[in-house]
């Protein structure tokens, strides 16, 4: 198990090649080859977990090989806390995702191929500890989801990729730069925990037409990741990209892309560029407001269930910004306030985590029902609650999780973002409580208008959610509520690496530097 | 060095030239239909070359025939790049349909000679050969680009080019004049010398040179603005002549005028310190603002496109933009990324241009994006490989246009921070460039639905598709052998850098 890692990021590869040699007609057994191979994945994740020794807060389990001794490049993995609840999520979705593209008809070898090629690229971001290899990782999905939502999508799904191919490549073009950035001015490394301790001294001084580097690295790279969070005003690629994809893509885009934007501005801007993240704390937490209300008013309007869930996920990811600003209360200006920068960034985290598990959820119900009714207007069930009554369950318990009720995972991790950003941003979290609310309208507005009232007479046969459906919903069910009432062994995971990421941002960064 | 004493360094060149006379003599004794295998014996011969590169002295650095051509690994560099892209283009040529019922002989020794012409231009050091290297791949050039008589898109092409290669070659060789008169000598290093001491009169002169001479060498490398006759020249040649054009004369265009600039006009010899400064304009800005035109006229154009071969044409002008990104600065990272990007972008454009020519043989002649319907279906490996070429040419990762462009971005940021804009209008324009590379990918996949039926290309097609899709995705991977080739190639005539 020395290779745990090279496992995890190259299964799926082995998975692609099998695929590739099967003929185009067996289906089946190319179905069950992604199965296989996503549960093994999904096994060794597990594993490595039960492995991890959270007491640490450094990175664990690291492999690292010379890739390209001419610049320094070299193939490094590692994974620490902040990376590991999401290398369990990955593999998770995925495997759930496979069995939620059960009914794709077309292509099918492609389709898996593709997947699994997506896959390899998601946990590879999560797992590069090399600046360089994380940036390979980075693009290697742009291609596959062009595909995905371009072949298998629903009708302008052709706009869809294309719009979130060219958003996604000006991020990554402009992270390229600050890359290179990095690298030429921080002792010619692409070692990403080499520059986490170099950089912030490196860069301190340096200036490019008269700006700090700092800011412009920070910038260049914050466009990169709020690209793809996402974060207003880059967002709008997603609510399309999320309703012309097929749901598995929906469940994979929701619930793992997004927090690649997370996860990139606290792996790579916080410990490398400290002093911006003061600078730039407060901006981020306007833009979480922004965020929160523009997603959840958004929702409010929407008449596709689809796009509701997509807006939703905008909201969410508002929280985890605002979660994220926090950090700077830990700040010696803002009176040290270890506690609530400990909450705020925990919270993001685990925010980042629950609306992984809570979207794909979403996404997965909506799909049961589009595949019956072969459309998603909100208004155009109603009563369905009678005709099916386990959808309407799982329903129930996915809208309420949503919508940040007490007893599921949202709320703990809404709730600690809020504690958290509030001791600085007091009049930034108040208002967005607001969003709260909104969540909680729209939420159960389209609970009601589907679920209640009289049966649609269209819909008086339509069968109840079936035993593959459940399979894939349960087990998100499970971690939400399981999470929501005990969200302990979740943040004791995290809580020692979000210590450490706190003690670089603010012993290294600071008001000065610039 | 002697004439006599230089033909031991001139052994590539001499069996080029001997593969040029045979091929020439045994073409008269082969008929039309057997007179594609003249193609071979070039081939034959540019193997033989190829190998004849370990019996020269490798490491010596020198100057031949009387202070005419240079003899150093940056030459031998090219030289090795042009035999590639022209061994492949002749096994190319014979898979197209385009070429197959005409007599072929003299198309493949037209190549040989063009071959030997684009040598001489990465070595000349002397303003008559500079001229005269110039002129034998450019008069090749003509021939080829209207090979194909009975069309009137070739001959079209053939006759732009003429005018406007006949024009450029006229400015430059003005150029070479006022510069020769200048300084009273046409070697390289001379004028270098003699400039570091000339009358500031002269620098308007210089100047006026400079430009000059530049627009010569900016044709051939298909700069803006002297880019005029690429897309018609582009569309109406034979597709492998095509090919060869956008790869191969665009080396060896490159080849001369970093030479040139670097070894003539540079100030101390150092390439870090270079500073075109003393001939009165402001170079380096100069060719930056040239650099950003190229590239953002060559995609945006590139974009309105109805034809894949057009579009072609145009995305090697941008290419040519990105290229010219490194040259500003001249520095040793500039010249390092421009050859990395030489090498990588030969493999990811023949390789476009071997699907364009398959479809075309396929399609009876077409080469619209309508024709590449559904191509992915069809045909899976040859939809495939455009995916990765496409992929490549917008430089994504894990492929190698990828790692040219870092290269060359790596090159700029490294420079002076005035010049960081240039990085970012050419990260910007990789963006522009995605949407028209991603329509031939849609075109090919989304467009078309599947086919029952599977047809495969050609062994020899495959075999090819192979030969340029394996090193564009390997390269994208793992570049060390390139990085090793081009570093160990660093060496000019008259100083290491």
């Not at chain 1, 005990?486 to 603010?506: A, E, G, K, M, W």
């Not at chain 2, 193609?39 to 020269?56: D, H, R």
């Not at chain 2, 870090?272 to 953002?296: C, H, K, R």
Request: aromatic share 14%.
């Amino acid at each position: 198990m020395e290779y745990i890692l090279s496992w995890l990021i190259w299964l799926p590869v082995v998975g692609i090649v099998v695929i590739l040699f099967i003929p185009r007609e067996r289906e089946y057994i190319i179905k069950m080859t992604a199965v296989v191979t996503t549960g093994i994945q999904l096994a060794l994740a597990l594993f490595l977990w039960s492995k991890f020794d959270s007491g640490l807060g450094t990175f664990q389990f690291i492999e690292k090989a010379e890739w390209i001794p001419s610049i320094n490049i070299f193939y490094s993995l590692g994974v620490d806390g902040l990376s590991l609840p999401m290398v369990i999520l990955t593999p998770l979705l995925s495997f759930l995702a496979v069995f939620v593209s059960w009914n794709i008809d077309r292509a099918v070898k492609g389709y898996f191929a593709l997947f699994l090629l997506l896959d390899t690229g998601m946990i590879g971001v999560f797992l590069a500890l090399d600046f360089f290899l994380f940036y390979v990782f980075w693009e290697v999905m742009l291609l596959p989801m062009y595909f995905l939502i371009g072949m298998w999508g629903g009708p302008q799904r052709e706009y869809a990729a294309i719009k979130f191919f060219l958003y996604t490549l000006v991020g990554s073009v402009l992270m390229l730069v600050a890359v290179i950035g990095l690298y030429l001015n921080c002792g010619k490394t692409f070692d990403i925990p080499t520059l986490m301790e170099t950089a912030p001294n490196a860069l301190s001084g340096v200036m490019w037409w008269g700006f700090s580097a700092i800011k412009i690295i920070w910038i260049l790279l914050f466009i990169g990741f709020a690209i793809k969070v996402p974060v207003f005003p880059f967002h709008t690629w997603l609510p399309l990209a999320h309703v012309e994809a097929p749901t598995a893509i929906s469940v994979i885009l929701a619930g793992v892309l997004l927090k690649l934007g997370v996860y990139g501005l606290l792996r790579i801007n916080y410990p490398m560029l400290p002093d911006a993240v003061f600078w730039f704390s407060g901006a981020m937490a306007l833009l979480g407001l922004i965020n929160v209300i523009w997603g959840a008013m958004c929702a409010l309007a929407q008449t596709d269930l689809k796009k509701l869930v997509a807006y939703s996920s905008i909201n969410h990811m508002g929280y985890a910004l605002l979660g994220m600003a926090a950090v700077i209360a830990a700040g010696a200006v803002n009176g040290g306030n270890q506690a609530a920068a400990q909450a705020g960034l925990s919270g993001a985290v685990f925010q980042m985590f629950n609306h992984g598990t809570i979207s794909a959820m979403l996404f997965i119900l909506v799909g049961v029902v589009y595949d019956r009714a072969h459309h998603r207007d909100i208004d155009g069930f109603g009563g369905l609650a009678k005709q099916m009554p386990l959808y309407a369950g799982m329903c129930m318990i996915a809208f309420f999780a949503g919508l940040g009720l007490p007893g599921f995972s949202g709320f703990v991790s809404e709730f600690m973002c809020f504690i958290g950003a509030f001791p600085v941003f007091k009049v930034i979290v108040i208002i967005s409580t607001i969003g709260i609310l909104l969540n909680a309208a729209y939420f159960l507005s389209a609970y009601k208008r589907i679920f209640f009232g009289e049966l649609n007479e269209k819909y008086k046969d339509m069968p109840e959610i079936n035993r593959r459906e459940l399979l894939t919903v349960i087990p998100l069910a499970v971690i939400t509520i399981l999470f929501g009432i005990y969200p302990r062994p979740f943040l004791d995971i995290i809580s020692n690496t979000i210590d450490h990421l706190i003690y670089q941002v603010t012993q290294m960064g600071g008001y000065a530097g610039f | 060095m002697n004439n006599l004493q230089s033909l031991s360094y001139y052994l590539p060149e001499l069996l080029l030239v001997a593969t040029i006379l045979v091929s020439v003599i045994a073409d008269l004794f082969l008929k039309k239909e057997n007179s594609h295998q003249v193609g071979l014996w070039i081939l034959g011969g540019l193997i033989v070359t190829l190998f004849s590169f370990q019996f020269i002295p490798k490491n010596d650095i020198t100057t031949l025939f009387m202070n005419t051509i240079a003899y150093d690994p940056f030459a031998n560099f090219f030289k090795i790049l042009l035999i590639i892209a022209t061994g492949f283009i002749i096994l190319i040529s014979r898979e197209s349909h385009e070429l197959s019922n005409i007599r072929a002989g003299e198309y493949y020794m037209l190549l040989g000679i063009m071959v030997f012409g684009m040598f001489l231009m990465a070595s000349a050091i002397d303003l008559i050969m500079v001229y005269l290297s110039v002129e034998i791949v450019s008069i090749v050039s003509f021939v080829l680009a209207a090979y194909l008589k009975d069309s009137k898109l070739s001959n079209e092409s053939g006759l732009k080019y003429v005018i406007y290669g006949a024009f450029s070659s006229g400015l430059m060789l003005f150029g070479l004049s006022i510069l020769f008169g200048v300084t009273g000598t046409t070697k390289f290093f001379e004028i270098r010398s003699v400039l570091g001491s000339a009358d500031p009169d002269a620098f308007l002169a210089v100047v006026v040179a400079s430009v000059l001479i530049l627009a010569g060498f900016g044709y051939k490398i298909s700069a803006v603005p002297f880019h005029f006759w690429t897309p018609d020249v582009y569309e109406g040649a034979p597709t492998p002549v095509t090919a060869y054009l956008s790869v191969a004369p665009k080396a060896a265009g490159f080849a001369i005028l970093l030479r040139f600039f670097n070894d003539s006009l540079s100030n101390g010899g150092v390439l870090e310190n270079l500073d075109f400064g003393y001939t009165g304009l402001p170079w380096p800005q100069l060719l930056a603002v040239l650099s950003l035109i190229t590239m953002t006229l060559g995609n945006i154009v590139a974009i309105q496109q109805k034809s894949v071969k057009r579009m072609l044409a145009y995305s090697s002008i941008a290419h040519a933009g990105y290229m010219l990104m490194a040259t500003p600065l001249l520095s040793r990272d500039g010249i390092y990324a421009i050859l990395i990007y030489l090498v990588m972008y030969l493999f990811m454009n023949l390789g476009a241009f071997l699907v364009v020519i398959v479809v075309k043989n396929q399609k009876n002649g077409g080469e619209s994006f309508e024709d590449f319907k559904g191509l992915g279906w069809e045909m899976p490996l040859l939809g495939g490989a455009m995916t990765l070429f496409m992929i490549s040419l917008t430089g994504l990762p894990p492929t190698a246009g990828f790692i040219g462009k870092f290269y060359v971005f790596y090159s700029v940021l490294n420079a002076d921070p005035s010049f960081f804009w240039l990085v970012f209008a050419g990260a910007i324009n990789s963006v522009i460039s995605l949407y028209y590379y991603v329509r031939v990918i849609k075109v090919m996949y989304l467009d078309g639905n599947r086919k029952e039926t599977i047809s495969t290309p050609s062994k020899m097609t495959i075999a090819l598709l192979l030969g340029t899709g394996l090193p564009t995705l390997i390269f994208g991977v793992y570049w060390s052998p390139i990085a090793n080739w081009v570093e160990s190639s660093m060496h000019f005539l008259f100083h290491t850098i």
